[in-house]
């Protein structure tokens, strides 16, 4: 029997509880990536799949999970979903983005996604960033920007894994123009019934560093305070990079000052404090070329400082997405993605990964998932967590990672539980026909015995339990009421 593939972070969160009186204090909850691509193209709009854009795979999903992320923006351009104002979205096109959100989220992964087109529908292509041609509000009306959300929400409302980040950097316009559209597709967003968390941006490129200023055509600090949402459930997103004119253009460090990017994001944090608001760090970056030891290579101490600055900051800070990674950049300066990912030839994980690493997601123990399940891809439970699984009638597959906890709850169909821990370290037992396998590193599986034999594998063995004539077996085994080892 094949065993199921191992996924480092391919189950997050569903339901909190907290047990007791314990205190649950704010955590990050985001960490991961920007996957770029579908974005791609800006001047061929709109476009040829394979020639001027590509949408990321299962590859990229897979790596960056196994690295210990949980959550991708996938850009896209809105010329593509919707090739028309007020058409319907385009069924190739969705189809392509459905492949991505669905793999994504089936291994536990939130997807932010953004229309990557600055506030802007069919711009000049010369100037697709900043031109007058195709601006939301005054040539291409707010009703067609708010189209575009009620229908992306209505396809997407079922999955409540799927983020919805209303525009990649507005730029080049009135603030009050842009509050007023992004209430626009707020309604439409919500009159769908659509619950999902919503990113609101800010004008000026989504500057964090900017957030207070006035000379961009009304300052973001006061122009969004007048954004609506009903359900209040959405937040703030903002860029920050880290050269001298703030735009992730050039490959040096502003002053090589590895507090930089506190210090541009701190106005920001504040103003959150100050408002009761959240926020989201959408993109940012250094250069790989800058993380090491030489006296220009602060890149490192730069992030980490930055990371750490969001987590103590997390009653505000949601997370966190790097820009970028993507099957297209090559050498890109900013680059998470290593040569020929996937490959037998693939190359080193890139610098920055490093650095990332530990400001990524961790588990506690005072956590609980609860998860239905509705189909046959893996659902794992991380090492620190508690989960409640109910199964469904066909088959079910579940990656219980070392140090874990999982109760499988009316489990009716066919099932598969692969334990990533080695048989010998287990006691079983059991209470009426629920079996327990329990380790010394807090691994805990409670599983019900049924008529129908159910597969458990362990790294050195695969066992099946079953009711036959009334006992409840363990291979040839008779499960006894008090613990005994396994083999």
Sequence with gaps: MEKNKFNLLSAIIIIFIVFGTSILYAQIKYTGVNIAGAEFGESYLPGIYGTHYIYP??????????????????????????????????????????????????????????PHNFQRYYPDPTNFQSSEQGLVGTEVPDAAFADLWGKLANHYKENSRVIFNLMNEPNTMSTELLVRAENAAIVAIRNTEANNLILVPGNQWSGAWAWNETWYNGANAEHMLDIVDPKANLAFEVHQYMDDDYSGSLTGISNNDPMIGVKRL??????????????????????????????????????????????????????????????????????????????????????????????????????????????????????????????????????????????????????????????????????????????????????????????????????????????????????????????
């Design 266 to 487: 701190t106005n920001f944090t504040d103003w959150l404090k100050t408002h009761h608001l959240k926020g989201f760090l959408g993109e940012f970056a250094v250069a790989n070329s800058k993380i090491g030891n030489a006296a220009d290579e602060v890149g490192d101490e730069v992030i980490d400082n930055m990371l750490s600055y969001l987590k103590e900051n997390a009653d505000v800070w949601i997370g966190w997405t790097w820009w970028a990674a993507g099957p297209w950049w090559g050498e890109y300066q900013f680059t998470l993605e290593p040569l020929n990912l996937g490959q037998s030839n693939q190359g080193p994980d890139r610098a920055a990964m490093l650095i990332l690493q530990p400001h990524m997601v961790l588990p506690s123990s005072t956590e609980k998932e609860i998860k239905v399940l509705t189909g046959t891809s893996p659902y794992t439970v991380l090492s620190g967590y508690t989960a409640d699984i109910y199964g469904c009638e066909g088959q079910n597959n579940v990656i219980l990672q070392s140090g874990a906890s999982a109760r499988l709850i009316n489990f009716v169909g066919n099932n598969e539980v692969t334990v990533q821990a080695d048989s010998g370290l287990f006691n079983v037992s059991r209470s009426g026909a629920s079996v327990s396998f329990k380790d010394s590193n807090g691994t805990l599986l409670v599983i019900p015995a049924t008529k129908t034999a159910q597969t458990i594998i362990f790294n050195d063995a695969i066992l099946t339990i079953v009711i036959d004539d009334n006992q409840v077996m363990l291979d040839n085994l008779i499960v006894n009421l008090t613990p005994d080892p396994i083999l």
């Design 57 to 114: 795979t299962s590859v990229e999903i897979d790596y960056y999970i196994s690295k210990g992320m949980n959550t991708f923006r996938l850009p896209f351009r809105w010329e593509r979903v919707q090739q028309s104002q007020f058409a319907p979205l385009d069924a190739t096109e969705l189809s392509r983005m459905d492949t991505f959100v669905d793999y994504a989220t089936a291994q536990g992964a939130y997807v932010i996604i953004e």
